[in-house]
C-alpha cells in the first residue's frame, strides 16, 4: 500500500489521528515502504510518536553479524516482528548496501543484568536459531529473504547443522506472501543426502515470484531432485539466477518468466549448454537475459520476442544477429569493443537506449556509435579508452540528443585528473547535452566497489537558470536484479 496522497484537510487529520490507537497501528501496518512511514510521520508530532520506532524500524532487516538480542527481541514482540517485509542475511564483509535493524526497542547487552545475559546466551546456537524460526513465524507479511550463507564469513550459519539450516527454511516455507529468495553458498541441507523425514521441511516454498541460488552446492547430483520439487512449486516464478552447471532444471517449464541470469562457477560442457538453448526455446515470455560466458549458449533462431535487455558476451550478440525474428533490444552490457562494434548496424540495436561498450580504441569507434545507436541512448559507458582530447569527447558526447548518463573515465583521462578543468568541462558538457544528469567521479567508493557520481542539478532561480553539480555515493546494489545494477 502506498501513501500517495497528502493530507486534503486539518479535518481529515484530526478525525483519523482520533481512532482508537489499535486501528491506527492497523492502518500504519499497511503501509509498505520507510518512504511513506516517513511521510506521515513529519505530519505532526503525534503521528511521529506512531510511527517511530514501532513502524519505521521495521520494515526491513540488513544484518552483518550474529545479533542474538535482536533475534531475540523479534522472537518475543510478535506484534513488531509482524511488520516486517524483507530480511536481508549478509556477509560480514558485505558493505554494498546500509545495515538495518531495529536498536530503540532492543535491549543493548550494556543495559542488560547478568542474569538477562546468561539467559540470552543459554543454549548458544541452537536457542538463536529457535529464536530466528519464531521471528520468521511472526513475519506473516514477509515477502523478500535472501540468506548469504558462504562460510569463511558468515554471520548466520557458520556453525549450524543440517537440521538447524532446515528448521529455518521450513519457516520460510510457512510464510504465505514470500515471493523472492536468494540462497548464497554451501547449504548443507542440500548438499547431503536429501532423506525423506527432511526433504518436506525443505522443499516447500512455493509460490515464488524470483529464485536467486549461488554456490556449488547447488550444481551437485544430490542437488538436482530437490530443486526441481522446489521449482515445481512455483509455477508463475519471473525471474531466476542460478549457475550454469545446475542444467538439471532445465526441464522445468515456468510460462511467466521474464528475467533470467545464468553464470558460471567451474566449467561447463556442449551437453549442459544444449540443455540451456532449449530452455530458451521454451520461455519467449524472456525480457532480461545475463548469461556469462555464453560459448555454446545463444539465442533461439526463432528468436525472443520480448526480450529487451542482454548482458552477455560477443558469442551470444552473434546470434541475436542470426535470429531469423531479432529482437529489439533497449539495453546491451558485454564484451562489446572495437573489434565487433560492426553489431550495432543490426536491426535489433537501432532503438538502444542504454549500452556499455567494455573498450574503444580510435575516434572512428565513436562515429560508429553516434552512426548506430546514437539517437536513442539515454545511457552509455565506455569502459576503456586511449587518452582523446576534450574536445573530442563533447563534439561525440554532443551528437547524442537522449544521453542523459555517461560512465567511465574518458573526460578525467582528457583533463588530466584536474579538478579545475574538470569543473570547465561540465559546465561545457551541460551547455551541449542538455538532458545530461550523471558523469562519474574519479573516486572509488569502497563500500560499494563503484566509482562515486558527479549529479547534475539545474535550478530555475531569479536571476535566471544555474547548474551546479554535487557529487554523491553510488546507489545500494538492488538484489533480484540479472543485470546487477549495471544500468543504475
Not at 513488531?80 to 535491549?107: G, H, M, S, W
Not at 519471473?238 to 545446475?246: F, M, T, V
Not at 544444449?274 to 520461455?283: A, G, I, S, Y
Not at 563533447?394 to 573526460?411: E, K, T, Y
Request: charged share 25%.
Amino acid at each position: 500500500m502506498s501513501l500517495s496522497a497528502s493530507w486534503e484537510t486539518w479535518d481529515l487529520k484530526n478525525r483519523l489521528l482520533g481512532l482508537p490507537l489499535e486501528i491506527l497501528d492497523e492502518i500504519l501496518s499497511e503501509l509498505d515502504t520507510h518512504a511513506d512511514l516517513m511521510a506521515f510521520a513529519m505530519c505532526s508530532h503525534m503521528c511521529a510518536d506512531l510511527v517511530l520506532p514501532k513502524h519505521a524500524e521495521y520494515r526491513v532487516l540488513r544484518v552483518r553479524h550474529r545479533r542474538s538480542e535482536m533475534w531475540a527481541h523479534l522472537a518475543r514482540r510478535a506484534d513488531l516482528a509482524r511488520n516486517i517485509r524483507e530480511v536481508y542475511i549478509c556477509q560480514k564483509d558485505d558493505q554494498t548496501a546500509t545495515d538495518r535493524f531495529p536498536t530503540t526497542l532492543v535491549p543493548s547487552l550494556a543495559k542488560m543484568t547478568q542474569g538477562q545475559i546468561l539467559q540470552l546466551h543459554n543454549g548458544g546456537e541452537d536457542r538463536r536459531v529457535v529464536n530466528i524460526c519464531t521471528a520468521l513465524g511472526h513475519m506473516k507479511r514477509l515477502t523478500t529473504f535472501t540468506w548469504d550463507c558462504y562460510e569463511s564469513c558468515s554471520c548466520l550459519n557458520s556453525s549450524m547443522t543440517v537440521l538447524q539450516e532446515a528448521m529455518i527454511l521450513h519457516a520460510l516455507s510457512k510464510l504465505p506472501w514470500l515471493e523472492r529468495l536468494s540462497l548464497s553458498g554451501n547449504f548443507k541441507t542440500y548438499g547431503t543426502f536429501m532423506s525423506k523425514p527432511l526433504s518436506p521441511m525443505v522443499c516447500e516454498i512455493r509460490n515464488l515470484q524470483y529464485l536467486a541460488l549461488f554456490g556449488d552446492v547447488w550444481t551437485t547430483p544430490s542437488t538436482a531432485e530437490p530443486l526441481k520439487a522446489l521449482l515445481r512449486l512455483s509455477p508463475q516464478l519471473k525471474g531466476l539466477e542460478i549457475p550454469i552447471e545446475a542444467s538439471a532444471i532445465s526441464v522445468c517449464t515456468f510460462p511467466k518468466l521474464e528475467k533470467l541470469k545464468l553464470f558460471l562457477q567451474s566449467g561447463t560442457s556442449s551437453s549442459i549448454n544444449q540443455k540451456w538453448n532449449t530452455f530458451l526455446e521454451n520461455h519467449p515470455t524472456l525480457k532480461e537475459i545475463s548469461c556469462f560466458p555464453s560459448i555454446g549458449i545463444v539465442l533461439p533462431e526463432v528468436g525472443l520476442p520480448q526480450l529487451k535487455s542482454l548482458r552477455t558476451d560477443s558469442n551470444m550478440l552473434d546470434s541475436v544477429a542470426q535470429s531469423q525474428k531479432p529482437p529489439v533490444l533497449e539495453s546491451v552490457y558485454g564484451i562489446l569493443d572495437a573489434y565487433n562494434l560492426g553489431f550495432l548496424s543490426g536491426p535489433s540495436f537501432r532503438y538502444l537506449k542504454k549500452l556499455e561498450v567494455s573498450a574503444v580504441f580510435q575516434e572512428s569507434d565513436l562515429g560508429t556509435i553516434t552512426e548506430t545507436c546514437g539517437r536513442t541512448l539515454k545511457w552509455l559507458a565506455i569502459s576503456a579508452c586511449p587518452k582523446f582530447e576534450l574536445n573530442v569527447w563533447i563534439g561525440f558526447l554532443s551528437s547524442l540528443p537522449a544521453l542523459q548518463v555517461f560512465r567511465g573515465p574518458a573526460i578525467w583521462m582528457a583533463v588530466d585528473d584536474d579538478m579545475t578543468k574538470m569543473h570547465n568541462a561540465i559546465m561545457k558538457l551541460v551547455a551541449v547535452c542538455p538532458r545530461l544528469e550523471q558523469l562519474d567521479h574519479r573516486s572509488l567508493y569502497a563500500k560499494r566497489r563503484k566509482f562515486k557520481r558527479i549529479v547534475i542539478i539545474k535550478e530555475d532561480r531569479e536571476e535566471g537558470p544555474h547548474v551546479r553539480y554535487e557529487v554523491t555515493k553510488p546507489p545500494s546494489r538492488l538484489m533480484f536484479d540479472p543485470m546487477d545494477g549495471v544500468f543504475d
